[in-house]
């Protein structure tokens, strides 16, 4: 489509501010975008829509139309909500640069432009997918007449003999076509989310094409407009968050139509998304509300009117008050500057969906609130019986990363890692503020443990585990060189192999006999090491209290 299309639709109310002799320009797509370079991201054609929220001062208008110029755009349209008028020193770059420059008014949403704009787009350049563009409407209605993503995957296999899904960055289907073939199995999911973030790390464009057993898939990421606004340039910062498109097929042969029309419709999608994260506000916003009393110390009186708001709509039909249960999680990378918390809270609303279900919206009942490089979850519980405490219900912790260990130690690649540590439940407002403390001690004890994807539950509190990742570095140090320097020095002059010794001595709970055997060795030979051990420590290994000094020395080596 030419520009000049944009000013003739009423709809769109498009004032154009500057360009008027380069209207016949060509728009290949759109891109929705408040970074301040958002090169990596632009083909060439598009019309690049903006909130402005990159500009900070008059200097920011010159470099930015600069950058989009570079990377062959063919128009600008920013938005008035934010600012109002739009400033005249960005009217002055796009002149200068010869950009077309037009003013969205605050009454029109982006997804309209967009919206315009793809139909326009994919109808001209695939008339074979038109009825994909002309009915994606319903993708963005409710009710019965809607489907969602559903509608428009269900065309690409009816249309173009195309099978699709759309998953989320831990595997989970979203939503996925069953024209010509069974439903993806969940392990095929987690598969391909693994290989879309592990090619998304190298910093590739996409489509990524993989090939697992006999079938050859590309994989389209599914970008966010609301979150490309924080103006990040790291992939890192969206990586974990951002939905992918799989479709089974070759893109590395298709025409460059066919792949527009895909992008076309990652962008469609890319609106779902959107919508889904605004629904979640409310969530969001009653979890930061109580976790802002529990944290400075409210009346348990005030936090219980506060969860008797939330439970309504976290658990809507829910007759008596439920039991909560707190998550805590980290997200975090070696060397580098990223506000993780947000990334931490999308990822535990996505952690904390069941892995079997299905669709955009099944994490209703979840409240996640971020502070600082930590999110934290509410996540209420339906009221056990009398006979219970609550103790045993709800979130385990292995359980949570079982199916998501996959996707996600290939995103985190070799500088990355995610914690959690999970609270046992608790029935009243009082309990509240011990179950975030007893999360946060958790994900510190699974914060200790190697491994990039690790988590912690309260029922491993009560073990020597909780102590040891506090102990002050210079402490640990001192105590582990007092007892086991001696004998490693010895090891390395005589190959006596005591430090070995020692752990299966105290793995065998002090028994000569099994200690022995396990090691291969005559119990004399065993009576000597041990001998050897005692004397260069200066310690009694009969005694119980010698015993656990060696066993904590050794864990904290």
Request: hydrophobic share 45%; glycine share 8%.
């Amino acid at each position: 489509m030419r520009l000049r299309a944009l000013l003739e639709s009423d709809a769109l109310g498009l004032k154009l501010l500057g360009g008027e002799d380069e209207l016949d320009r060509t728009v290949r797509g759109v891109m929705t975008t408040d970074l301040r370079d958002p090169s990596r991201y632009l083909s060439g054609g598009e019309l690049v829509l903006t909130g402005l929220a990159w500009r900070r001062d008059a200097a920011d208008s010159d470099p930015f139309v600069h950058i989009l110029v570079q990377a062959g755009v063919a128009a600008l349209a920013a938005g008035e909500a934010e600012l109002g008028d739009i400033p005249d020193d960005l009217v002055t770059a796009c002149a200068r640069h010869r950009l077309p420059l037009f003013a969205v008014h605050e009454s029109v949403a982006f997804a309209t432009v967009t919206e315009h704009v793809v139909r326009q787009v994919s109808g001209e350049r695939a008339g074979d997918l038109a009825a994909v563009v002309d009915r994606h409407r319903r993708m963005m209605t409710s009710g019965p007449a809607g489907g969602g993503p559903d509608v428009v995957l269900d065309l690409l296999g009816s249309d173009l003999d195309l099978r699709a899904w759309v998953l989320s960055p831990t595997g989970r289907l979203i939503a996925g076509s069953e024209v010509g073939g069974p439903a993806l199995p969940a392990e095929l999911c987690a598969r391909l989310a693994a290989e879309h973030l592990a090619a998304a790390r190298t910093g590739r464009r996409g489509p990524h094409r993989i090939t697992l057993g006999t079938a050859t898939y590309s994989l389209f990421p599914i970008r966010s407009s609301s979150r490309g606004a924080q103006g990040s340039r790291d992939v890192r910062e969206t990586l974990l968050s951002d939905w992918l498109l799989a479709v089974e097929a070759d893109a590395s042969d298709w025409p460059e139509e066919r792949l527009d029309l895909l992008q076309g419709v990652t962008q469609l999608i890319a609106v779902e998304r959107d919508r889904r994260d605004a629904a979640r506000t409310v969530r969001r916003r009653l979890a930061q509300e109580v976790l802002e009393l529990v944290q400075t110390g409210a009346a348990p009186a005030e936090i219980a009117a506060r969860l008797r708001v939330a439970a309504p709509v976290l658990l809507p039909g829910l007759g008596a008050a439920p039991h909560w249960q707190v998550v805590v999680a980290r997200a975090e990378w070696e060397g580098a500057d990223i506000e993780a918390g947000p990334i931490a809270q999308s990822l535990l609303e996505e952690i904390l969906v069941d892995p079997l279900a299905t669709g955009p919206e099944p994490s209703d009942r979840i409240a996640v609130a971020h502070t600082g490089d930590e999110a934290i979850a509410l996540v209420p519980l339906p009221a056990v019986s009398s006979e219970h405490d609550g103790s045993e219900a709800g979130i385990l912790a292995d359980a949570l990363l079982e199916s998501v260990r996959t996707p996600l130690s290939a995103g985190l690649n070799d500088d990355g890692r995610v914690t959690l540590g999970v609270s046992a439940a608790v029935h009243s407002a009082e309990g509240l503020r011990g179950a975030l403390e007893e999360a946060r001690h958790a994900r510190r004890v699974a914060a200790a443990r190697p491994g990039r994807v690790c988590a912690a539950g309260h029922q491993e509190l009560a073990s020597h585990v909780l102590l040891l990742p506090f102990v002050p570095d210079d402490v640990r140090r001192a105590f582990t060189a007092r007892l086991l320097d001696p004998l490693r020095d010895y090891d390395r002059r005589h190959r006596a192999e005591l430090i070995p010794t020692l752990e299966a001595f105290l793995d065998c709970d002090g028994s000569w006999t099994r200690c022995a055997t396990r090691l291969h060795l005559h119990v004399n030979t065993l009576r000597y090491r041990v001998g050897r051990i005692e004397q260069l420590t200066s310690r009694d290994l009969s005694r119980l209290e010698d015993k656990l000094d060696f066993f904590l020395a050794l864990r904290m080596s």
